[in-house]
């Protein structure tokens, strides 16, 4: 079946089929389809609890959530059947939209450990030392990340900027296949803004999908997407190109509230 | 009536304990007389139980029942082992200073190696001139039992303005299963002096023994001492360790205590800054599994003004095992410009661990800065989330979180090697858990 999907259109590499989540009791989500194939950068637009951030966590494996029907396949296999780190090792990265801070995990051990776990659960070798380095101080080189914040705990002391900057760099890093970017542009000036959306569209590859979840349309202005989704009540009610995301901007949620 | 019975009944064990003994153990005749009175104190109070309030936490009646008979003194095959559990527990460069099964192995120890300026004796030589090693300013039943039973140990002086850029590490090893030892040592430090002694403790083949140790250290002013001990017995061995340190004036002293062994253990340090200006570090991680019992117990006594003691202490607990820490902070009358603060943090890796915190402030003076804190609590679900969506198992995910834990803790340890040294044992221990 993916064999005919390539030789047609580009492969599948996420496939949503009506999922229905739980939070303690309450369905976030309704049914939701969504399909993203790889090179793609989609964009999920949704108001304030339309269940944006409960889809990316359902996709990373953040416990808390139910999954009472629907499933999630990732290249063709259950996504839903994993715990989060064999989906990070296949491939699923979440840039977080609050990422955390943890002190006296220093953030160059962290980089390194989180690296060769995934390459380890891969079956491949370990990077070495040097090669490790390398690479780390070319990808933070370009993210404007200077190096003594490596030195430091993870994201502790980081601004809003440098935290998402420091995503960015491990999108960078492990070189996943689908990267989902939960509101990246929350709590950064434009300047800040700019820097990580540079360095995520540098990431662009025919082989690499992205997720794009955002409330406002000013992030796809500088990552501009293939596809807009419109989100609402937990479901996607709406899909299109790049200009739906400034007809939105124009008109607002408003019209899909009752379209859900 | 029943009580009554199963006093006399576990004194009488004790005597036996004792007077089978006593002809193993070195001493002038002023000696024996000081070891008898020790014991008798020791048979008058017993072993410590949750009634008395300094041992309230741990139980010894309960936890221990009785005291074990004194181990035999080590033959050629004990001293064989012994050598090669030395190898693998010795500290790069260190001078060794071995004692297996409560007496010293001069052939595994480093005694040659000593300069003119640190003088070394064993108890046991000392104490045919003098008892005075027996005695200490603060006395319970188990520092008793140690003092009248107490075989050997190590003896050393070190000289005023020596420089020692070796440490000194006391190894004690335990190759007799069912059995105890009981040890003593002094270490005097002289004035303007720099050294770093470590303490080990570990099994060679022993299993269900016990250790009672004390340790009396006394710093000379302008000295600048580490004194870091390492306690990996066996999982199901006992360790009941004494430290009694007096600290003179502008020293630096910088102690730090690992349990990572012994189904049960305790360490009861008692430190008093008698000399002005001094800065004492003392701190501690306990990592425990399985029904492991640690206690770390540390009594600072400032007893003169413009000192300052730090004290951070981690907990790591699994399974059903009990960490205790209780720290006291007392500041005399006089000791105006005191500065103490003690921080002690409990991570409890399991629903059945257990946490005991009590710290103590008794402040007698009116302008001091003193301050403590204590939490206990889980490894924080949203930083494990975090580093298994970076790809690490559970397992790694929580090692992680787990070494930065009681990394705030193994950083204040200020020598690098040792600090090395001990992370590295922190990360077998968090291995072999996994």
Same mark, same amino acid.
């Given at each position: 079946?993916?064999?005919?999907?390539?030789?047609?259109?580009?492969?599948?590499?996420?496939?949503?089929?009506?999922?229905?989540?739980?939070?303690?009791?309450?369905?976030?989500?309704?049914?939701?389809?969504?399909?993203?194939?790889?090179?793609?950068?989609?964009?999920?637009?949704?108001?304030?609890?339309?269940?944006?951030?409960?889809?990316?966590?359902?996709?990373?494996?953040?416990?808390?959530?139910?999954?009472?029907?629907?499933?999630?396949?990732?290249?063709?296999?259950?996504?839903?059947?994993?715990?989060?780190?064999?989906?990070?090792?296949?491939?699923?990265?979440?840039?977080?939209?609050?990422?955390?801070?943890?002190?006296?995990?220093?953030?160059?051990?962290?980089?390194?450990?989180?690296?060769?776990?995934?390459?380890?659960?891969?079956?491949?070798?370990?990077?070495?030392?040097?090669?490790?380095?390398?690479?780390?101080?070319?990808?933070?080189?370009?993210?404007?990340?200077?190096?003594?914040?490596?030195?430091?705990?993870?994201?502790?002391?980081?601004?809003?900027?440098?935290?998402?900057?420091?995503?960015?760099?491990?999108?960078?890093?492990?070189?996943?296949?689908?990267?989902?970017?939960?509101?990246?542009?929350?709590?950064?000036?434009?300047?800040?803004?700019?820097?990580?959306?540079?360095?995520?569209?540098?990431?662009?590859?025919?082989?690499?999908?992205?997720?794009?979840?955002?409330?406002?349309?000013?992030?796809?202005?500088?990552?501009?997407?293939?596809?807009?989704?419109?989100?609402?009540?937990?479901?996607?009610?709406?899909?299109?190109?790049?200009?739906?995301?400034?007809?939105?901007?124009?008109?607002?949620?408003?019209?899909?509230?009752?379209?859900? | 009536?029943?009580?009554?019975?199963?006093?006399?009944?576990?004194?009488?064990?004790?005597?036996?304990?004792?007077?089978?003994?006593?002809?193993?153990?070195?001493?002038?005749?002023?000696?024996?007389?000081?070891?008898?009175?020790?014991?008798?104190?020791?048979?008058?109070?017993?072993?410590?139980?949750?009634?008395?309030?300094?041992?309230?936490?741990?139980?010894?009646?309960?936890?221990?029942?009785?005291?074990?008979?004194?181990?035999?003194?080590?033959?050629?095959?004990?001293?064989?082992?012994?050598?090669?559990?030395?190898?693998?527990?010795?500290?790069?460069?260190?001078?060794?200073?071995?004692?297996?099964?409560?007496?010293?192995?001069?052939?595994?120890?480093?005694?040659?190696?000593?300069?003119?300026?640190?003088?070394?004796?064993?108890?046991?030589?000392?104490?045919?001139?003098?008892?005075?090693?027996? #005695?200490? @300013?603060?006395?319970?039943? =188990?520092? &008793?039992?140690? $003092? !009248?039973? *107490?075989?050997?140990?190590? /003896?050393? +002086?070190?000289?005023?303005?020596?420089?020692?850029?070796?440490?000194?590490?006391?190894?004690?090893?335990?190759?007799?299963?069912?059995?105890?030892?009981?040890?003593?040592?002094?270490?005097?430090?002289? #004035?303007? @002096?720099?050294?770093?002694? =470590?303490? &080990?403790?570990? $099994? !060679?083949? *022993?299993?269900?023994?016990? /250790?009672? +140790?004390?340790?009396?250290?006394?710093?000379?002013?302008?000295?600048?001492?580490?004194?870091?001990?390492?306690?990996?017995?066996?999982?199901?061995?006992?360790?009941?360790?004494?430290?009694?340190?007096?600290?003179? @004036?502008?020293?630096?002293?910088?102690?730090?205590?690992?349990?990572?062994? *012994?189904?049960?253990?305790?360490?009861?340090?008692?430190?008093?800054?008698?000399?002005?200006?001094?800065?004492?570090?003392?701190?501690?991680?306990?990592?425990?599994?399985?029904?492991?019992?640690?206690?770390?117990?540390?009594?600072?006594?400032?007893?003169?003004?413009?000192?300052?003691?730090?004290?951070?202490?981690?907990?790591?607990?699994?399974?059903?095992?009990?960490?205790?820490?209780?720290?006291?902070?007392?500041?005399?009358?006089?000791?105006?410009?005191?500065?103490?603060?003690?921080?002690?943090?409990?991570?409890?890796?399991?629903?059945?661990?257990?946490?005991?915190?009590?710290?103590?402030?008794?402040?007698?003076?009116?302008?001091?800065?003193?301050?403590?804190?204590?939490?206990?609590?889980?490894?924080?679900?949203?930083?494990?989330?975090?580093?298994?969506?970076?790809?690490?198992?559970?397992?790694?995910?929580?090692?992680?979180?787990?070494?930065?834990?009681?990394?705030?803790?193994?950083?204040?340890?200020?020598?690098?090697?040792?600090?090395?040294?001990?992370?590295?044992?922190?990360?077998?221990?968090?291995?072999?858990?996994?």
């Amino acid at each position: 079946m993916h064999h005919l999907n390539r030789l047609d259109t580009k492969m599948a590499l996420l496939e949503v089929k009506d999922l229905k989540v739980r939070v303690e009791e309450r369905e976030i989500l309704h049914g939701l389809t969504l399909t993203v194939n790889e090179g793609e950068v989609h964009a999920i637009m949704g108001p304030n609890g339309s269940g944006k951030s409960t889809l990316s966590h359902v996709i990373a494996g953040k416990p808390g959530y139910e999954v009472t029907d629907g499933q999630i396949l990732f290249k063709g296999e259950d996504l839903l059947e994993m715990s989060p780190d064999e989906r990070a090792a296949k491939g699923v990265f979440l840039a977080f939209q609050y990422p955390v801070e943890i002190p006296g995990v220093a953030t160059m051990n962290f980089l390194r450990t989180a690296l060769n776990a995934q390459r380890k659960a891969r079956g491949e070798d370990e990077y070495s030392t040097p090669d490790f380095l390398k690479k780390v101080r070319e990808v933070s080189k370009s993210l404007n990340i200077p190096q003594d914040m490596l030195k430091r705990g993870v994201n502790v002391g980081f601004s809003g900027g440098e935290k998402k900057r420091n995503e960015v760099l491990q999108m960078a890093l492990f070189e996943p296949s689908l990267c989902i970017l939960d509101e990246m542009d929350s709590g950064l000036d434009i300047d800040a803004l700019r820097i990580a959306a540079d360095g995520v569209n540098a990431l662009r590859s025919p082989g690499r999908a992205m997720v794009v979840i955002t409330h406002y349309q000013r992030l796809l202005n500088y990552i501009v997407p293939d596809v807009v989704h419109v989100m609402s009540k937990g479901r996607v009610v709406k899909s299109g190109g790049k200009e739906l995301a400034l007809e939105l901007e124009a008109s607002g949620y408003a019209q899909f509230e009752d379209a859900a | 009536m029943n009580v009554a019975v199963a006093k006399t009944g576990k004194g009488r064990a004790v005597s036996d304990l004792f007077t089978s003994a006593e002809g193993r153990l070195p001493g002038s005749s002023a000696v024996t007389a000081v070891r008898r009175e020790a014991f008798e104190t020791y048979e008058r109070l017993a072993l410590p139980h949750r009634r008395i309030e300094e041992w309230k936490y741990t139980d010894l009646r309960a936890l221990v029942g009785e005291v074990l008979p004194l181990a035999a003194a080590p033959d050629a095959a004990a001293l064989k082992l012994a050598a090669d559990t030395v190898k693998t527990h010795a500290i790069a460069g260190a001078r060794k200073l071995v004692l297996v099964d409560g007496v010293f192995a001069a052939d595994l120890s480093d005694v040659k190696a000593f300069v003119a300026e640190v003088g070394f004796k064993t108890l046991r030589e000392t104490l045919e001139k003098d008892a005075g090693l027996l #005695k200490t @300013a603060s006395t319970d039943a =188990v520092i &008793s039992l140690n $003092a !009248a039973m *107490a075989t050997d140990g190590v /003896v050393l +002086d070190i000289a005023d303005g020596a420089q020692l850029s070796a440490p000194i590490q006391i190894i004690h090893i335990a190759t007799a299963t069912s059995a105890s030892a009981f040890t003593r040592s002094q270490v005097t430090i002289g #004035k303007g @002096a720099r050294a770093t002694i =470590v303490e &080990s403790f570990v $099994a !060679a083949g *022993a299993a269900a023994y016990q /250790v009672n +140790d004390a340790v009396i250290v006394s710093v000379g002013d302008d000295a600048d001492v580490a004194h870091i001990r390492l306690m990996d017995d066996a999982p199901d061995a006992l360790n009941v360790s004494s430290h009694f340190v007096t600290v003179g @004036a502008n020293v630096k002293f910088n102690f730090f205590n690992m349990t990572t062994g *012994a189904a049960v253990s305790r360490l009861q340090g008692f430190i008093t800054l008698a000399g002005e200006g001094s800065e004492l570090s003392a701190n501690g991680v306990n990592l425990l599994q399985k029904t492991e019992h640690g206690d770390t117990t540390l009594v600072v006594d400032h007893a003169v003004p413009n000192c300052v003691s730090r004290e951070v202490f981690r907990a790591v607990i699994d399974d059903r095992a009990h960490s205790v820490f209780q720290g006291r902070i007392i500041v005399r009358p006089d000791a105006q410009k005191t500065d103490g603060k003690m921080m002690t943090r409990a991570l409890l890796l399991s629903d059945e661990a257990e946490a005991d915190n009590k710290p103590e402030l008794e402040i007698f003076a009116d302008d001091v800065s003193c301050g403590h804190g204590a939490t206990a609590g889980a490894l924080d679900d949203s930083l494990l989330f975090y580093l298994k969506a970076r790809g690490l198992p559970e397992k790694q995910a929580q090692a992680l979180l787990i070494q930065a834990f009681v990394g705030e803790a193994i950083e204040q340890i200020a020598d690098d090697g040792l600090r090395e040294h001990v992370i590295g044992i922190a990360e077998r221990w968090l291995e072999r858990r996994s």
